[in-house]
């Protein structure tokens, strides 16, 4: 089911097109209502869709990949005009207890719910006016990854998934890997050197956390794999060379264990030179750095390769 509020004011895009947005409210399994915006570059017929998923955090619908004292950029809103330019129609929401959809975050927020959310809209785009249902494609940024192939492992009408810079590993083998990393670049805030000291960490910081938030334990023991062996549409693996929140080698295991199924539309690029945001070098004075030119473009190529019914 779609609750639709009021139309919003189109923005200009060429002299012969405008940006087509249409607000929807989502109700969810868990009694929450997910505020999502279905853009298009009009309002008439039926497109080719495209869901997008941030990674871990309160993110709202422009799902940024990378935060900093400066800000943020924006990603999915620039990828979103981009898509709508190519002839797509985009879904963008806001995060539970994020933006103006319901609930609280740390309450309400794990990798299960967020799937379970996208499952909703999903399931409510279907019967959208600018949506053909049976070609819309989730593309998860880092957690929104995972999100998008437990998603898709339960929905075989999806079209195509993007996983961009998505985990193969559990939280707790991430967690382990990151202070690993910090401890090596001598981030003199973290000393944990060995493997017991580690452990010992992970042990606290995870009793720490639990009963303040539902997101942290749960992702400690969550791995993603699983569904993602049971794909079966097609599949971009895009990872950057240079990440050091989710490692390069991550994508080359989650492009293994989809193909070891038998899934054999799997494309895997490791770009040089990125790092987990897929952002530029340099946002300029004063900015922070927009998602990648190159990046945007991997992606429009492929969504353009996906069979068109």
């Known amino acids: 089911m779609i609750l639709v509020v009021p139309l919003l004011l189109g923005l200009a895009l060429t002299p012969r097109d405008s940006l087509h947005s249409r607000e929807i409210r989502v109700p969810t399994p868990d009694g929450q209502v997910i505020a999502a915006v279905i853009e298009s570059a009009n309002e008439v017929g039926a497109r080719p869709t495209v869901v997008l998923i941030s990674g871990a955090g309160a993110h709202d619908r422009n799902g940024y990949t990378l935060v900093t004292a400066r800000g943020h950029n924006d990603a999915f809103r620039t990828l979103s005009t981009r898509l709508v330019r190519l002839g797509y129609a985009v879904v963008r929401f806001d995060k539970v207890g994020t933006g103006s959809s319901t609930g609280d975050y740390r309450v309400h ?20 006016r600018e949506v053909d249902p049976e070609r819309i494609t989730l593309i998860g940024h880092s957690e929104g990854g995972a999100i998008a192939g437990i998603v898709a492992a339960d929905d075989p009408r999806i079209a ?43 042990v606290r910081d995870a009793a720490a956390r639990v009963g303040t938030e ?17 794909l079966r549409s ?76």
């Open 109 to 128: 927020a794990t990798t299960a719910s967020h799937a379970a959310h996208v499952a909703a809209i999903v399931t409510a785009i279907r019967g959208a």
């Open 160 to 202: 195509g998934v993007g996983l961009l810079a998505a985990p193969a590993w559990t939280g707790r083998r991430i967690m382990r890997y990151q202070l690993r990393y910090a401890a090596a670049r001598r981030n003199r805030t973290v000393s944990y050197t060995s493997a017991d000291l580690i452990e010992a960490y992970l």
């Open 214 to 230: 539902a997101w942290y334990p749960y992702f400690l023991d969550y791995d993603p794999l699983p569904p993602m062996r049971r």
């Open 234 to 309: 097609p599949v971009l693996v895009l990872q950057g060379d240079r990440d050091e929140v989710v490692t390069a080698e991550q994508a080359v295991e989650i492009a293994e264990a989809i193909t070891a199924n038998g899934n054999a539309g799997v494309r895997l690029q490791v770009i040089p030179g990125y790092s987990h945001s897929f952002t530029g070098a340099d946002g300029g004075a004063g900015r922070v750095a927009p998602l990648s030119e190159e990046i945007i473009s991997l992606i429009e190529d492929w969504l353009l390769m996906l069979p068109r019914g």
